[in-house]
């Protein structure tokens, strides 16, 4: 599993680099499924807009992603924020994958049926 950090109008610094690493890789203790995890980090630069830095993130799985996406006034409180929400979302991602691999299918229903006929 790779976690990507790029930036828009902003210079990823090492540290910004391993707090956004540090906290979107605990994800990986939720789901082990996952592929990779891409993680944009955003600044607007009008001094207009409160809540100017933006983290996204984009979660892929091998059936599918989860993205999420949070704004604040600094880049460490977005990045927190994004954390939270992609956590949530990979544990709801992993418990439908879990309940919907557990029903039958139509196929295994009527192999099912077909054995009691046959007793």
């Known amino acids: ?5 790029k930036g828009r109008n902003i210079e990823i610094t090492d540290a910004i680099r391993a707090y956004a690493e540090e906290k979107i890789g605990k994800v990986m203790n939720h789901y082990d499924q996952i592929q990779s995890i891409d993680v944009v980090l955003n600044v ?30 600094t880049m460490y409180a977005s990045i927190d924020l994004v954390a939270d929400k992609i956590n949530r979302q ?14 039958a299918s139509i196929r295994t229903d009527a192999a099912v049926e077909e054995e009691t006929d046959a007793e």
């Open 90 to 103: 990979v544990k709801k991602f992993k418990e439908k994958q879990m309940t919907s691999s557990k029903t």
């Open 44 to 73: 607007i630069k009008n001094p207009s807009v409160s809540q100017s830095h933006t983290a996204e993130v984009i979660c892929k799985f091998v059936s599918g992603s989860v993205q999420a996406e949070e704004s604040a006034e």
């Open 1 to 5: 599993m790779r976690i990507t950090v």
